[in-house]
């Protein structure tokens, strides 16, 4: 069964059009991350919550933003996707800070036209 | 800061040799490492972890090797089958940080 569900697998969005990818997750971690994967590329950390407590990435642009209102539901707001902005998006969560394997989302595929 | 590199983009076996990827971290410090099997269109799916007070741990069918020494990580499948065919990814998290850094990802292709 799966425990990180992300929502909706394909999200096609047009240039310019805020758009919100969504998480949940059924194991009741305390960290939820957010990911941007490029093409060919490794997964990069966008941010990411320990219960409400929230830490943006320095390099992650305004652009992306992020709300959690419960332990199991996550999401990821962008406000006005670019083309670079396309891309699979992962979220993932763990039971504690770096000590414990992170269990990841199937992803979210954006495309942007 | 933490710098995670794989040694090959791209490692070709055949179904039933082992295979070894390979992995570089740069900062001593680092305490947990991680190893990721990303298949197409799928997230990272964990399969081995091993912690600075080890130096190797096996699963099944597959072991993690670590030379702090050299700061080196790597992962051996033995037996690939074709359903090993898929981007490994090192990941290492250092204490104080938590946070894993993922390295660029080695793509496994095993021939039948």
């Known amino acids: 069964d799966a425990m990180v569900i992300q929502n909706p697998r394909y999200q096609v969005t047009q240039f310019g059009k805020p758009v919100t990818l969504s998480c949940s997750q059924t194991l009741n971690h305390n960290v939820m991350y957010w990911y941007q994967q490029k093409s060919s590329q490794a997964p990069k950390l966008l941010f990411h919550y320990y219960d409400k407590d929230f830490n943006n990435e320095a390099d992650t642009p305004d652009n992306f933003q992020s709300r959690r209102p419960n332990t199991s539901f996550c999401f990821l707001d962008i406000r006005s996707p670019g083309l670079g902005d396309a891309a699979m998006y992962l979220c993932?969560?763990?039971?504690?800070?770096?000590?414990?394997?992170?269990?990841f989302g199937q992803g979210t595929r954006l495309t942007v036209v | 800061g933490e710098s995670v590199g794989l040694h090959l983009p791209t490692l070709s076996v055949q179904e039933g040799d082992n295979s070894i990827i390979n992995c570089a971290y740069s900062n001593s410090a680092s305490d947990y490492f991680i190893w990721y099997k990303q298949e197409s269109g799928k997230g990272p799916q964990f399969i081995i972890d091993i912690r600075s007070n080890m130096d190797k741990r096996q699963g099944q069918r597959v072991t993690v090797l670590l030379n702090k020494t050299v700061k080196h990580l790597s992962l051996q499948i033995a037996a690939t089958q074709p359903g090993d065919s898929a981007v490994y990814f090192c990941a290492v998290t250092k204490g104080g940080s938590y946070i894993p850094t993922f390295g660029r990802g080695t793509s496994l292709i095993v021939h039948p």
């Open positions: 993932a969560t763990s039971r504690e800070f770096g000590s414990a394997e992170a269990f």
